[in-house]
């Protein structure tokens, strides 16, 4: 279309009335943000615990192999690119260093206690732990492999979230099994922090009396509650039926409505009502939506029901494109403030009897989110 325009006559100009793919993007963009957040996240507490930074880029390293590793499954099992499967990745990212954490663990622990060369720790920790290893990630996929089975939209919604973080997790356990300890024997060295360390070290010493502590007091709180366990599952009874409760009163639905920046509006006239009739309810409607505080452009097409894709005289449909989401920062210009918006408009009675109803596209393909308006017959 850029192409074209150059050839178009000075006073003519084009607009794309409707189009999927901003919000995709936006969307994507969005979740890689936060698949940064957590990787970085992760890094900082993986170095926290471990203080070492050869230690902690062992597990690093295994995090993005993992996940470039479940990209190979995606084409043989159907899987794209998506918000569901890029949040699984986000989940993942906290679970697939696991398994190199308890590696590392093991093989620096053998060379600060037993005083071992990396190579001998890295063999007898691989002979303690290969087992367990293992068995975390049997049991993780477990977890996360029959969600993919469960029948009807619900198992579709989803399916490629539970196999991909699953795949995710058996890819992690041969990584800690094979590139972890190579990395090990390499990387690792003796690491000692006492009270005379200086710089970095002295503060990870101090965090690490600290962290004693803490966890001293929380050993003796369990204790305490150990003795007197007929009050724990009291406890947990109250919190059983408060979660319950609470769960009864929480608002339901099927798939939470999101802003993706467009909007449907669609009216059906009585039957046998005239194109001449339908056009003029289709011109106040587009007044209506120009004045619009977040729209930025509309198409309209007489005619057609968006919903049912029916075509009668009786009906039309408009296609609002809103604004960027920077440019809408008011809760009057988000899409519920501006359904709500055109509801109120819709009402004032100035328009012919008919249904007028407004619709925001849902997250699901063939499934439509109806967050506005149905006026009956007998409005005038």
Not at 210 to 218: A, S
Not at 232 to 254: A, E, H, M
Not at 370 to 379: H, Q, R, V
Request: proline share 5%; with cysteine.
């Amino acid at each position: 279309m850029e192409q074209m325009k150059k050839t178009f006559p000075k006073d003519i100009d084009y607009k794309v009335p409707f189009e999927s793919i901003t919000v995709v993007k936006v969307s994507m963009h969005e979740v890689i943000i936060t698949l940064l957040e957590a990787l970085a996240l992760v890094a900082l507490v993986v170095f926290l615990f471990l203080q070492n930074w050869r230690a902690t880029l062992i597990p690093i390293l295994a995090i993005p192999v993992s996940i470039i590793g479940t990209f190979i499954f995606f084409i043989p099992l159907g899987f794209t690119i998506n918000t569901l499967t890029m949040f699984g990745f986000v989940l993942a990212i906290g679970i697939v260093v696991d398994d190199a954490i308890i590696v590392v663990e093991a093989v620096q622990h053998y060379i600060d206690k037993q005083g071992m060369s990396a190579k001998e720790a890295t063999y007898q920790a691989m002979k303690d732990i290969s087992g367990p290893v293992v068995a975390i990630a049997l049991i993780l996929a477990s977890v996360f492999v029959p969600v993919g089975f469960i029948p009807g939209i619900v198992g579709r919604l989803y399916q490629q979230f539970a196999i991909t973080i699953a795949i995710s997790v058996m890819i992690s356990a041969f990584v800690a099994l094979s590139l972890t300890p190579a990395l090990c024997t390499l990387l690792l060295k003796p690491m000692h922090i006492d009270e005379k360390a200086k710089g970095l070290n002295k503060f990870f010493f101090r965090f690490n009396n600290w962290f004693e502590k803490v966890t001293g007091k929380y050993s003796n709180g369990v204790k305490r509650w150990i003795a007197s366990s007929k009050l724990v599952i009291v406890l947990l009874i109250c919190i059983g039926i408060g979660t319950v409760l609470l769960f009864k009163q929480k608002p339901t639905g099927f798939i939470p409505t999101e802003d993706e920046g467009r909007v449907y509006i669609t009216y059906e006239l009585p039957e046998a009502s005239s194109t001449t009739r339908s056009i003029d309810v289709l011109d106040s409607l587009m007044k209506i939506v120009g004045e619009t505080p977040g729209v930025d452009h509309f198409a309209a097409l007489g005619g057609l029901n968006v919903v049912t894709f029916s075509t009668k005289s009786n009906g039309g449909t408009i296609f609002c494109k809103l604004k960027d989401w920077d440019e809408r920062t008011k809760p009057s210009e988000q899409v519920p403030g501006i359904i709500g918006e055109l509801q109120k408009r819709f009402c004032d009675g100035r328009h012919q009897a008919g249904q007028y109803c407004c619709y925001t596209s849902s997250s699901y393909p063939g499934y439509w989110s109806n967050c506005g308006i149905l006026l009956p017959d007998t409005a005038a």
